[in-house]
């Protein structure tokens, strides 16, 4: 394709770019520009369908949001503050930034240290209970994963990373906090052997042995949810074959995931 055109860049279906150049700044410069070009591509065609001035990725993502939560059946959920927890043996130990770390028992539930235990606390319990292959997990609530799941729909991989490091599906589920035990079995269920779950009005769960691999998989969900924020404009964007995305993954967990260790 690059022999065939006069362009220094080729766009890979389901996987980003290719950028070249001269050497490393030229081809950097090369992929600045095609994001900025892109990114104005997606806006212009959101100024287009909405009929309203719109310059930016971010207020793309505000008039995607604004439209796929307008529904009469949509209930808003009450957002809560997000946090991060890590298993140390039988006990796993929950954080947010500003408040202080909270030991728990992960059998029983009991805070064994710390201060006051939050909310969410029995979601990341049933987790680490259920997921023996779990030790961290991370709360993304970022701009485009909340406002994905807003939309409170399954997502389907339209990038290959996406179908490698979560799973050939997204659920979203909701946590409610007025019954939490109840609710995070529901989330538990919904997440089942993937890397992240939607949690509705409340970004996304993401989990991983390390927390290195956590904050990659959150990394990945962030690049999925400004893809479909941008898909959602066009029609006949169609999301990667499943029976080609559960290959992907299973490829992934069975060979390049063991590498990272080596």
């Given amino acids: ?43 212009d065609r959101c100024s287009e369908v909405s009929g309203k001035a719109i310059d930016t990725l971010l207020s793309v993502k505000d008039y995607i949001a604004s439209v796929f939560t307008s529904d009469s059946g949509y209930k808003a959920e ?3 503050t997000p946090f ?12 947010a930034d500003g408040k202080e770390p909270v ?11 710390g201060g006051e235990i939050p909310e969410s606390a029995d979601l990341h319990l049933a987790i680490y209970k259920k997921r023996e292959d779990v030790n961290f997990i991370h ?3 970022n701009e485009y994963v909340k406002s994905i799941s807003k939309q ?15 799973g050939p599906t997204v659920k979203c589920a909701v946590f409610d906090t007025n019954a939490t035990l109840k609710s995070a079995k ?24 390390t927390k290195y691999d956590a904050e990659a998989i959150e990394i990945v969900m962030d690049k999925g949810c400004k893809t479909l924020v941008g898909a959602n404009l066009y ?20 060979k390049y995931s063991k590498k990272a260790g080596k």
Avoid at 235 to 254: H, P, Q
Wanted: hydrophobic share 40%; with cysteine.
């Fill in 139 to 141: 709360h993304s609530h």
């Fill in 84 to 95: 991060d927890s890590e298993r140390n043996g039988d006990t796993m130990s929950i954080f």
């Fill in 186 to 209: 529901k989330v538990t269920k919904a997440l089942g052997n993937k890397n992240a779950v939607l949690l509705k009005d409340n970004g996304a769960i993401c989990v991983a042995g």
């Fill in 152 to 166: 409170g729909k399954k997502m389907k991989p339209l990038l290959d990373d996406f179908a490698q490091l979560i």
């Fill in 103 to 113: 030991k728990i028992d992960i059998k029983s539930g009991a805070k064994v240290g």
């Fill in 78 to 80: 009450k957002e809560f």
């Fill in 1 to 43: 394709a690059l022999n065939r055109s006069k362009s220094k860049a080729i766009i890979l279906a389901h996987h980003g770019a290719v950028c070249v150049g001269s050497d490393y700044d030229d081809a950097f410069k090369v992929a600045s520009t095609l994001e900025d070009v892109c990114e104005k591509y997606i806006a």
């Fill in 235 to 254: 029609s006949g964007v169609k999301a990667i074959n499943a029976i080609e995305a559960n290959l992907m993954r299973i490829i992934y967990k069975m």
